[in-house]
């Protein structure tokens, strides 16, 4: 069996990182698989990229397609046409596909032209919200996907009620888990403290990325005026996304109480993570990475697609309204204790064995 797998954002290095160690795993085991990644360049900063390969051991890509910061459309576009050219030479029967970002919508597009059958890793995911590019992005690769994995009941949810049962290309959902739990059990013994700066026994891990923050400076202002008024009491820590860091430079945002540091890779996150009393993120991998570490989390967004931890009361959807997050912080603080935590809620870290065994299937 031969799988192309298409990744180029660093949540998909995270993800997909997991699934090739458990190919490589099967064929220790007599498994006959070979997979062949293309990186699209989406992400191409070393703390955004590189660092992830190497500490977590992903397979070198064999391709590098090198599209990234470009609009939408530009990116979309120049990565399906080279992605295309990949498959045609290397004519696979899978080509596999995570999450929601562009390199996500590229790759099942360029595969569907083709008729190469699509696995799409957390699928089913919804947020209502179609202005998210990375709604547009799922919805669209759900569509033309053969299996759906999808990471929760509410997931397989959302196709059901959209209808799978009707589309024309005789999907098959599985609910496999998320396979972040995956990654997250297993990295969590190699963890690495992040170093450089100093680090508070108690502190808020916060993350800021998503476009419909850092793109409406109403929203931005208000986020770091509640981080700064935060950070007066308890020490921020903010890894900070390149795209952030862009646009709080041009609008001169104040962020002079948090401690920002550059983007670091998954062993420091994890760590980060660990220690932490408490996570503030606009991210979604973040958002079930406190959770995994039992962790409260304060969601910087108006919806979340992760909406059991919601009803679990281990996050809190504050939007972005000073009020509301300064709020949020108060409640949560001590919210999610270690006896709340269902480990089973994200499938119990067994995601990735299931996707290879139903992809062998
Ligand atoms: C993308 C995904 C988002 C995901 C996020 C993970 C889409 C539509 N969005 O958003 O769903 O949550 O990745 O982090 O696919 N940049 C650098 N260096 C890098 C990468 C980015 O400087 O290594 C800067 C560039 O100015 C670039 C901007 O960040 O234009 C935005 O990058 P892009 O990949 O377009 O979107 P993200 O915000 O990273
Ligand atoms: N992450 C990381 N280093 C950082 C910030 C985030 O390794 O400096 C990890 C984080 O732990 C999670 C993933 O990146 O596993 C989430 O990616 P991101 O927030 O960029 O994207 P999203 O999940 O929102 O799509």
Same mark, same amino acid.
């Given at each position: ?19 090739? #160690? ?64 990949? *498959? ?37 995911? #919804? ?91 109403? #929203? ?51 760590? *980060? ?43 809190? *959807? ?42 062998? #299937?």
């Amino acid at each position: 069996m031969k799988i192309v797998t298409i990744l180029g954002a660093r949540p998909q290095f995270i993800k997909a990182g997991t699934v090739s #160690r458990e190919i490589l795993r099967q064929c220790e085991l007599g498994a006959d698989i070979k997979e062949v990644i293309i990186h699209t360049g989406q992400h191409y900063d070393a703390n955004m990229s590189d660092v992830f390969f190497e500490e977590m051991q992903i397979p070198k890509p064999d391709y590098f397609l090198g599209v990234g910061a470009k609009t939408h459309g530009s990116m979309t576009g120049q990565m399906i046409e080279k992605i295309e050219d990949v *498959l045609l030479n290397e004519k696979p029967d899978w080509v596999l596909v995570y999450g929601d970002t562009n390199s996500t919508l590229a790759g099942a597009i360029a595969a569907s032209k083709l008729h190469i059958k699509i696995a799409h890793v957390e699928a089913g995911l #919804r947020s209502f919200n179609i202005r998210m590019p990375e709604e547009v992005n799922r919805i669209l690769t759900d569509r033309i996907s053969s299996i759906l994995f999808c990471p929760t009941q509410a997931a397989v949810d959302n196709l059901k009620n959209e209808g799978i049962n009707h589309w024309q290309n005789n999907a098959k959902v599985v609910l496999s888990g998320d396979v972040m739990q995956d990654g997250a059990f297993f990295y969590k013994n190699l963890a690495q403290q992040p170093q450089g700066f100093l680090i508070d026994d108690d502190y808020v891990l916060c993350t800021i990325h998503r476009a419909e923050n850092t793109d409406d400076p109403k #929203r931005l202002f208000a986020i770091f005026e509640a981080l700064n008024q935060i950070a007066k009491n308890q020490q921020v820590v903010l890894p900070l996304h390149p795209r952030t860091k862009k646009i709080i430079q041009e609008l001169q945002i104040n962020t002079k109480n948090l401690t920002i540091i550059n983007p670091v890779g998954y062993l420091n996150m994890v760590w *980060l993570i660990h220690h932490s009393s408490l996570v503030m993120t606009d991210s979604g991998g973040l958002q079930k990475e406190a959770y995994f570490f039992a962790k409260p989390c304060i969601t910087m967004r108006d919806e979340t697609e992760w909406v059991e931890l919601v009803e679990a009361g281990a996050n809190k *959807l504050v939007g972005a309204d000073k009020a509301k997050i300064l709020a949020g912080y108060q409640t949560m603080q001590m919210s999610l204790r270690n006896d709340s935590y269902d480990p089973n809620l994200y499938g119990g870290g067994e995601a990735a064995m299931k996707i290879i065994a139903e992809l062998l #299937r």
